[in-house]
């Protein structure tokens, strides 16, 4: 029984998912970070260090707010096919065991922050609450919370790039952060569209239910503006060559080669559209380090 439990205490955390679904919270870290070190021209070993830093804070947040999510959703989790079976509806774990796990999550994140400046601080506190904390009841009083999850995710951007330099970010930031928000819109949507029929019955919201039949010419003007966001953060910050290739071309091509082939009627195809999103992380954030060690 003890067994069990431990292993319903590590599925909350989607640890045991696929790798690449559970780093879509930490690239846009990873590029705010990497722009920023290039732009201040960061020693190699100290941007692996932040790395490092924000890889180990993502992910535990990451693993927070999942668990968070299933506590706000126990009730909905039950109605639906492909969630009845998780730990909490299930009855594996119990609502104050996983309170105390997302709470003892949490800390150490708060920890990490608070070894940052003020301004960075602030971003860190505003990017726990109110956006991934809110996020979970975003489904009942929105059609949009997938742009909700967007806010949350990519506000790693702009804390990564304030940690580095000790200022806001400028307007080439904001504008990759707004890709960053159409980018997750696009794989939460994929993603959302798995459980169209069951949020339709217990009434859950989401850009899957709102763009109906016209889902996937939606998803290809948010891919559109994701590449422009791209395009122009590289333009204005003069990244060169290897961003233009990678990061921006990359993405157009894996998200041309998404849309084309992703299968609506297949529900399993909705999971692995959703988890090679992965894959562009590693290509913007590929881009980025290529021109950052270019030149150093």
């Known amino acids: 029984m003890a067994v069990k439990a431990a292993r319903g205490y590590f599925e909350l955390t989607r640890l045991h998912k696929p790798v690449m679904g559970n780093t879509l ?18 020693p190699l070993p100290i941007f692996a260090a932040k790395l490092a830093v924000f890889a180990i804070g993502s992910f535990l947040l990451h693993s927070s707010a999942c668990v968070l999510n299933d506590i706000c959703d126990v009730d909905f989790d039950r109605q639906v096919e492909r969630t009845r079976d998780r730990p909490l509806p299930a009855g594996v774990v119990s609502m104050r065991g996983a309170t105390m796990l997302c709470a003892s999550l949490v800390v150490p994140v708060l920890g990490l922050l608070s070894y940052g400046d003020q301004l960075s601080l602030i971003l860190g506190v505003i990017g726990i609450f109110p956006l991934h904390a809110l996020y979970p009841l975003m489904k009942r009083w929105t059609w949009w919370p997938q742009a909700w999850l967007g806010l949350a995710f990519n506000w790693g951007i ?14 080439a930031l904001w504008v990759l952060f707004f890709g960053g928000v159409c980018w997750t819109i696009v794989y939460d949507t994929i993603y959302a569209c798995q459980d169209r029929e069951d949020d339709r019955r ?48 990359g993405t157009l091509v894996h998200s041309a080669w998404q849309l084309a082939t992703w299968n609506e009627a297949d529900l399993k195809d909705h999971r692995a559209k959703f988890e090679s999103n992965g894959w562009v992380g590693v290509a913007i954030w590929l881009g980025i380090m290529y021109d950052y060690l270019n030149g150093m």
């Open 202 to 249: 217990v009434g859950v919201k989401s850009t899957a239910l709102l763009f109906g039949d016209y889902v996937r010419e939606i998803l290809a003007v948010m891919v559109a503006i994701l590449v422009l966001c791209l395009a122009y953060a590289g333009w204005a910050l003069h990244l060169g060559v290897g961003y233009a290739v990678l990061s921006v071309g």
């Open 25 to 42: 919270m930490f690239w846009p870290c990873a590029w705010g970070l990497t722009m920023a070190a290039r732009a201040v021209h960061l």
């Open 158 to 171: 702009l804390l990564a790039w304030t940690s580095v330099t000790g200022h806001l970010p400028p307007l």
